[in-house]
C-alpha cells in the first residue's frame, strides 16, 4: 500500500523535493549576507531594517510569504483532491479494492502518507522561512511605510512557525474529502481551491483576533500631522512603533468623551499651515486607544491556529473515512447507471431493427446467426455492447 | 456439495427499484459457474453483493462460508470494464498485486504475462481491450484465490478474443480447482465453459443447476433456446 502510494503520487512527491530545494537553496545561500547586516546594525533596529528594505531582501521576504500562502492551496488542488477522485474516475478503485487490503485500510495509507508528506513539507519550507527571517523578526518586522509588518501580523502569521503543518495537512484532508464526495477531479480541484481560499482567509480575518480576548490601552497623545496618517473620513492614525512584534488589531484616536476623532471643519486646519494646525490638535487632549495581540502571545495563537486546522483536519478524515462504504454504494449504482446511459445501440458486429411491429435483434459475423425477437426476452431494447465508461 | 456461494432470500433495493429479490442459490465450489441474463437482470448486483462491494438490503449471503467483503485475500474480483492503472505500465500492476496480497504468485504472474505476449514494460493504459483483460486476469488469479469472480469479463472483447479469454479461464479453473462465477448477457460466452449455470431476469433467479441438468430437461433445445425458454417464464 505504501509503494503503491508513493507510485501514484511520484510527481506530487519530487515536485514537492524539488520545491524544497530550491527554496533551501534561495534562503541558506542569502541568509549569511541578512544576519551580517543584523550583526552590522543589529543595536540599531531602523538602521537595519533601511538595509533590510533594499536590494534582493524584500523579494524574498514576500516571496517567502506566497510560497507558503501558495502550498496549502497547491497541495490540496493537486495532491488531495485527485488521490481518491481520480481511482473512482477512472474506476480503477473497484481493481484496488479488490486486491487483500481493506478499503479503510487503503483509505488511512493513502491519507498518513500523502497528509504526512505535505505536512512534512510546509513544516521545512516554514522552518527554512522562519529561520532566514529571525534578524527581521527581532527588529519588529519588515518595514512598510510608516510601520512594521511584524510575524505577528495578518498577513506574515500563517506563513510561519508551526501554522502552516497544521495548513497543509487541512488542505490535503480537504482536498481528499472533496475529492471523495464528487468522485472527479477537475471539479474537486476547483472546490477545493474555493474552500481552501475561504478558510485561509476566514482564519485571520474572522476566527484568529477571537481566540484570546486581546489587550489594549489608552494613552494621551499629542496630535499632529506630521508623523500621524489622516484617512479620507478625517480620522487619524498614529503607528504603534513601541510594541515590536504585537499584532495591531485597532488603533484609534479618540476624544475626551471616548468617541473616534475626526478632524473637523476648524479654520486652523482648513486653511492655516500645518504648525496652526498641528498646535490647535494639541489643545484637543486627544487619546490613543489601541487594542492588540501582544507580542509574547506569538507562540499561544501558533499553537491554536495550528489545533485548530489540525482538527478540521481530523475531522474531514472521519468524514471520508465513513463515506468510503456509502460511496461504495454510490460506486456501483453510479456505474450501473453510466453503463446503461453510455451504451452504443449498434455496431459492427449487431445490426438491429426497430420497424413497428416486429422489433429484433439479429446477431451478425457469428457462424450461428440468430435472430431474437425482443418481447420473448422480456426487453424493449437489448443491449449487445457497450463501450467501457468512467465509474 | 461444497458450495462457494450460499444465498438465502438474498434483495438489494437502489433508491426505491429492486435490483435483485428473493434470490436463493447455491454456488457450488470446484465448479465455473455462469450467471446469464439480460441487462438489468441483478448480474451486476449479485456479483457486487459477492464481493462485498454493496450490502444487502435484504436476505443472507455466505462466501466461502464467511460475511462477504471478509476474505479479501480468497475472493478474487475481475470488475465490470476490467479497470486498470492507466499510467502504470504491467510490471508495476504486477508489483502493486505483490506488495497487496499474501498469496501473491509472482512467479505465475511474469510467466502468464509472458505467455500471452505482453510486454511488461507496456503501460496499462495502452493496451487493448482484450489485453486489459488479460492483466486483470492475471492479477485475479496470481492473488490465488478460492474463488474467483468476473463481472462480464469479455464484453469489451471481440469474438475471437472471447474465445481465447474463456478458453483460457476454463485451463485455469481445472488446474488449480479454483471457483469461478462469470456473468455474460450472451449465452455463447458461457456455454463453452460453465459446468453450472443461473438464469437471472429482472432481479430474479429464473433457473438453477448444472448445465447438462438443464439442457436434459429441454430435450432438442440449444443452450441459447433453453435459456430463452427460463427467461420467457418471466413474462
Not at chain 1, 232 to 237: C, E, N
Request: proline share 5%; net charge positive.
Amino acid at each position: 500500500m505504501t509503494w503503491l502510494t508513493w507510485r501514484q503520487s511520484r510527481i506530487q512527491f519530487l515536485t514537492a523535493a524539488a520545491a524544497l530545494v530550491i527554496i533551501a537553496l534561495a534562503y541558506g545561500l542569502t541568509a549569511s549576507g541578512l544576519n551580517h547586516l543584523y550583526a552590522v546594525y543589529g543595536t540599531h533596529p531602523a538602521e537595519f531594517l533601511a538595509q533590510v528594505k533594499t536590494g534582493k531582501y524584500p523579494l524574498l521576504y514576500f516571496a517567502g510569504g506566497a510560497i507558503m500562502y501558495l502550498a496549502p492551496v497547491l497541495i490540496g488542488a493537486f495532491w488531495g483532491a485527485p488521490m481518491i477522485a481520480r481511482e473512482l474516475e477512472a474506476g480503477t478503485s473497484r481493481l484496488v479494492w479488490n486486491q487483500s487490503v481493506t478499503r479503510t485500510r487503503w483509505l488511512l495509507v493513502k491519507l498518513a502518507i500523502g497528509g504526512g508528506a505535505a505536512m512534512a513539507f510546509a513544516g521545512i519550507a516554514s522552518l527554512l522561512l522562519s529561520w532566514w527571517s529571525a534578524p527581521i523578526d527581532k527588529a519588529g518586522g519588515f518595514p512598510v511605510g510608516t510601520s512594521q509588518l511584524s510575524r505577528f501580523a495578518p498577513l506574515m502569521f500563517g506563513t510561519r512557525g508551526i501554522v502552516p503543518v497544521g495548513a497543509a495537512a487541512l488542505a490535503f484532508t480537504l482536498g481528499v474529502t472533496v475529492g471523495l464526495l464528487l468522485r472527479r477531479v477537475i471539479p474537486a480541484m476547483a472546490v477545493t481551491v474555493a474552500l481552501l481560499a475561504a478558510l485561509l482567509f476566514a482564519m485571520p480575518a474572522a476566527v484568529s483576533p477571537h481566540l484570546i480576548s486581546p489587550a489594549q490601552y489608552t494613552r494621551p497623545v499629542v496630535a499632529n500631522l506630521t508623523t500621524m496618517t489622516m484617512t479620507g473620513s478625517g480620522q487619524l492614525s498614529d503607528p504603534v512603533t513601541d510594541m515590536p512584534g504585537a499584532w495591531i488589531l485597532s488603533d484609534q484616536i479618540i476624544t475626551s468623551s471616548g468617541t473616534v476623532f475626526a478632524l473637523p471643519d476648524v479654520p486652523a486646519c482648513q486653511t492655516g499651515t500645518q504648525a496652526q494646525c498641528d498646535s490647535w490638535l494639541a489643545r484637543q487632549s486627544l487619546r490613543q486607544h489601541v487594542v492588540y495581540q501582544p507580542a509574547s502571545r506569538y507562540w499561544t495563537f501558533q499553537i491554536l491556529e495550528t489545533l485548530i486546522w489540525l482538527a478540521i483536519a481530523v475531522a474531514l478524515a472521519g468524514v471520508s473515512w465513513r463515506r468510503i462504504r456509502a460511496a461504495l454504494r454510490a460506486a456501483a449504482i453510479g456505474h450501473e447507471r453510466g453503463f446503461r446511459e453510455h451504451v452504443q445501440w449498434v455496431d459492427a458486429e449487431v445490426s438491429c431493427s426497430t420497424a413497428p411491429g416486429r422489433t429484433h435483434a439479429s446477431r451478425a459475423g457469428s457462424a450461428q446467426s440468430i435472430v431474437i425477437p425482443l418481447r420473448r426476452l422480456g426487453m424493449r431494447r437489448i443491449l449487445i455492447s457497450s463501450r467501457p465508461v468512467a465509474g | 456439495m461444497n458450495t462457494a456461494i450460499e444465498t438465502q432470500g438474498l434483495a438489494k433495493r437502489y433508491r426505491g427499484k429492486q435490483a435483485l429479490a428473493e434470490c436463493t442459490v447455491a454456488v457450488p465450489a470446484g465448479a465455473i459457474t455462469g450467471l446469464v441474463g439480460p441487462n438489468g437482470a441483478g448480474k451486476s448486483t449479485f456479483l457486487n453483493l459477492v464481493t462485498g462491494m454493496l450490502a444487502p438490503s435484504g436476505g443472507s449471503i455466505k462466501v466461502l462460508g464467511q460475511a462477504p467483503g471478509t476474505q479479501l485475500a480468497r475472493v478474487g474480483f475481475v470488475a465490470q470494464d476490467t479497470p486498470v492503472y492507466a499510467g502504470l505500465s504491467i510490471a508495476d500492476h504486477l508489483r502493486l498485486g505483490a506488495h497487496l496480497n499474501p498469496g501473491w504468485d509472482q512467479s505465475y504472474a511474469q510467466e502468464r504475462i509472458a505467455r500471452l505476449g505482453l510486454d511488461a514494460k507496456q503501460k496499462a493504459g495502452k493496451l487493448s481491450g482484450g489485453q486489459r483483460a488479460q492483466l486483470a486476469l492475471t492479477m485475479a488469479i496470481a492473488k490465488r484465490p478460492a474463488l474467483l469472480i468476473l463481472d462480464e469479463p469479455v464484453a469489451a472483447l471481440d469474438p475471437l478474443a472471447r474465445r481465447g479469454f474463456t478458453d483460457d479461464l476454463t485451463d485455469v479453473a481445472r488446474s488449480t480447482g479454483m471457483s469461478v462465477v462469470l456473468s455474460s448477457h450472451l449465452v455463447s460466452d458461457l456455454e463453452r465453459t460453465c459446468d453450472w449455470l443461473i438464469v437471472l431476469n429482472g432481479g430474479r433467479v429464473r433457473a438453477a443447476g448444472p448445465l447438462r441438468d438443464l439442457l436434459a430437461a429441454h430435450p432438442g433445445q440449444s443452450t441459447e433456446d433453453m435459456v430463452l425458454t427460463y427467461l420467457e417464464k418471466t413474462s
